[in-house]
């Protein structure tokens, strides 16, 4: 008897975007819909990885590295499978300039990221940071499975960086299972050395697994999904149609996946079966034959990103005299406003790449862009996307007259542009005289975010039309030796991340103890002892200590500890066990102690003890969460910069207001307002994104509302009324967008902002 409680996961390395889908393997039973059934949990994350000095981060708060500290920052991670020599790795670095590019060395046909970890200079291979990321995703899926979505973000972590706070949105207090079954999704353009380098990766994870081409995931996941009903459909339409098939009861369907750095295209034909010919399937009465597919490795929404970001650094150096470095801050924001331009095109004639503070301190970078000129642009790339469907077509023996239907799936930006939708409708033929609502054979009903990963999570509960990558000729750089070498490298980094955790630990610790003995001497209720001087000069000297503390040694952080905590049993034992159990976290088990007493810690820091900070102190930590907030926006890590902002407001709103001058109050009500704006802002961009097609409805009324409360307070913000439209917009709501605009175009007439949502709404309501 099969178990429907075993783990299935199914993983998506996305060159962009990595995606995890997880759940019992009743979840996903044939009977289920992965759409309408919740038992599946989702998560996204960009795919990179930082070594932080002596700590590995992961997803966005690796990518944050991008203003901070990038040089020890892989992102993209799966476009690494393609390298093998030095034409590959500078073709995959011409192709990444908008992002960091890591010091590497190609060794032997082995990439090696040069990386700074450990106070040392660290090769770390392709497999072992694959590996690493892979071990992230598992406890993602752990998190996922045993959480809520309310609360997989745990507190931010102070201190967690020289120069960044960092988020911990991993399985802290738990040890990492890996699931039952698990898949992982590869590029469609794998070749048997890429595939022998995720075997090695899935090894330092400790996971096995089945690996599928990204095309086959998907077309597992639309099988799954759509089969049997799917193709009664199609048969219906295909009777209404001139394809030129030879039998009505054959229908050919094209799938083609525009991904961020690949497109892939399978064609697959569907017909009635008998019941041994489907005999491997899920189903019995529809017979499922992929007839070809194919991928162009080096064609992909990068390509697109690339044409319009070129056109902009020859504007900026044309008009500014300045020019913009590959890999560096300002090509990365670059690519984000090419990215959102690119998508407001997908629904307006025009739009405007804006960029406050980009040329130099003080000078914008506005730039009118319009659906013609981004067509231009594209022109080249309109013949490579021909030629591709051409040869996949071709491959499949058939006419393109002969699909009567194309779904279409990718990242949401590549996925809706005009010019190529249009590029496919002429390539494949429109249903001329049909149905008005069914005249194109474009359509879009796959889940662009997460169907390559649900596909693999169904080819794991045993629900198969596509055959999974396998590697039998163990082709490839890296052999026992190499693996058991990877392995001891491992073994070290991760003894080099808990001794740096255990010193973080036990400074997190110390901050309690001194928060506490603070509370107690300047407390003017003292119930067990006077102020007297060794309490006194121990406070003094420890917050010096914490203070200056950066990289000392895990010894002298203790020693300083064991002091303090010495002298508090010595001197307040009550406070003393108060503090024991509020440090030690009891109940709690698990693995990962030093990093979960860590959390517990801070997170008494954060919350409890916290509401004791004074109002100058709350106000000062709101400035710095909102100024770091703002850093955040402008580097594309929208999730993080929303949690900066929601804990700056819940600081100001512990300021004791009767306390303060009419002055003082004026200025925290400003602080409040600017932080409700921002936060509209990065929640509306956020809705944008691929990894919150889940929340993005939530996401926009959030926008709404935290408008509101900035319009309560200012109602002057121009801005606010700007990010209320723009939400109100993006959820349909066409009449409260255009009085919000007009509200706002009556403080600021001459915002193009303002002006570009009254045009939107115009072409959208327009009959």
């Not at 006077?530 to 503390?549: T, V, Y």
């Not at 066990?577 to 088990?589: D, L, P």
Request: hydrophobic fraction near 40%.
């Amino acid at each position: 008897m099969v178990d429907d409680s075993k783990a299935v996961m199914g993983i998506d390395l996305g060159a962009h975007l990595s995606v995890f889908a997880c759940g019992a393997l009743a979840n996903f039973d044939e009977t289920h819909s992965a759409e309408t059934n919740s038992g599946i949990k989702k998560a996204y994350v960009p795919s990179c990885i930082s070594f932080d000095d002596k700590i590995l981060t992961y997803g966005a708060e690796a990518e944050a590295r991008v203003n901070y500290e990038p040089k020890n920052l892989v992102m993209n991670i799966p476009m690494w499978l393609g390298v093998h020599d030095v034409r590959t790795a500078r073709e995959l670095e011409d192709r990444v300039a908008f992002c960091p590019y890591p010091h590497v060395t190609i060794d032997q046909g082995k990439v090696l990221f040069r990386v700074a970890f450990g106070d040392k200079e660290t090769h770390v291979p392709l497999p072992l940071a694959i590996g690493f990321f892979l071990e992230h995703l598992l406890e993602k899926g752990n998190t996922a499975r045993s959480t809520s979505a309310e609360n997989e973000i745990l507190p931010l972590v102070r201190g967690f960086s020289r120069s960044l706070r960092i988020f911990s949105r991993d399985a802290a207090d738990g040890i990492i299972r890996p699931p039952e079954m698990a898949a992982i999704v590869l590029p469609s353009s794998v070749d048997a050395r890429a595939i022998r380098e995720a075997e090695v990766s899935a090894k330092m994870a400790g996971l096995t697994v089945t690996m599928l081409r990204r095309i086959d995931a998907i077309v597992n996941f639309w099988a799954c999904e759509k089969l049997p009903q799917e193709y009664h459909k199609l048969v219906d339409l295909q009777k209404r149609l001139d394809t030129g098939a030879q039998d009505d009861q054959a229908v050919r369907l094209a799938v083609i996946d525009i991904g961020f750095a690949e497109t892939s295209m399978a064609v697959v034909e569907l017909s009635k079966s008998a019941p041994e010919e489907a005999k491997h399937q899920p189903q019995k009465e529809v017979l499922l034959k992929v007839l070809s597919n194919d991928v162009d490795r080096a064609l992909g929404f990068v390509e697109v990103i690339r044409a319009v970001a070129t056109h902009v650094a020859a504007h900026v150096e044309k008009k500014y005299n300045a020019q913009i470095r590959s890999h560096s801050k300002k090509c990365w924001r670059l690519h984000l406003a090419c990215i959102r331009a690119i998508r407001e095109l997908n629904d307006l004639p025009e739009t405007v790449i804006d960029m406050e503070n980009f040329i130099l301190e003080n000078t914008d970078l506005r730039m009118d862009c319009t659906l013609k000129h981004f067509e231009g642009l594209c022109e080249p790339l309109k013949e490579r996307f021909k030629k591709f469907f051409e040869r996949v077509i071709y491959s499949a023996g058939i006419d393109a007259k002969n699909i009567v239907a194309v779904d279409l799936t990718g990242v949401s930006g590549a996925a809706r542009m005009p010019w190529l939708t249009d590029l496919i409708e002429r390539f494949f033929g429109s249903h001329d005289g049909v149905d008005p609502q069914s005249n194109c054979k474009v359509r879009r009903t796959i889940d662009t975010s997460a169907a390559a990963a649900i596909g693999a999570g169904y080819f794991c509960a045993g629900k198969k039309y596509v055959a999974s990558l396998v590697n039998n000729t163990q082709l490839g750089p890296y052999d026992d030796d190499d693996l058991r070498e990877m392995r001891a490298l491992r073994d070290e980094m991760i003894e080099i991340e808990a001794k740096e955790l255990r010193r973080r630990a036990m400074k997190a610790k110390l901050q309690l103890y001194v928060h506490e003995l603070r509370a107690v001497v300047d407390s003017p209720k003292r119930d067990e002892t006077e102020r007297d001087e060794e309490s006194s000069k121990l406070l003094q000297d420890a917050d010096a200590f914490l203070a200056n503390i950066s990289t000392e040694p895990y010894e002298e952080v203790k020693k300083i500890y064991d002091r303090v905590r010495s002298f508090f049993e010595r001197t307040y034992s009550r406070v003393y066990n108060i503090v024991e159990r509020k440090a030690t976290g009891e109940g709690e088990e698990g693995g990962k102690q030093d990093k979960r007493d860590m959390i517990h810690v801070l997170n008494q820091l954060e919350g409890d003890a916290a509401k004791r900070l004074s109002n100058t102190l709350c106000v000062r930590r709101a400035h710095q969460d909102y100024r770091e907030a703002l850093n955040f926006i402008e580097g594309g890590q929208f999730e993080l910069s929303g949690y900066l902002l929601k804990r700056g407001l819940t600081f100001l709103d512990r300021v004791k207001t009767s306390d303060l001058k009419d002055d003082d109050v004026k200025e925290i009500s400003a602080l409040k307002a600017s932080i409700y704006v921002q936060l509209a802002k990065s929640e509306c961009f956020q809705a944008d994104e691929d990894g919150a097609i889940d929340a993005r409805e939530q996401l926009l009324r959030d926008a709404v509302e935290n408008c509101t409360k900035a319009l309560e307070l200012d109602t002057k913000r121009e801005k606010a009324y700007l990010y209320r439209a723009r939400a109100h917009l993006q959820l349909g709501d066409y009449r409260e967008a255009s009085e919000d605009a007009k509200s706002g175009e009556l403080l600021a007439p001459a915002d193009r902002h303002l002006k570009k949502i009254q045009e939107e709404i115009k072409l959208r309501i327009r009959p």
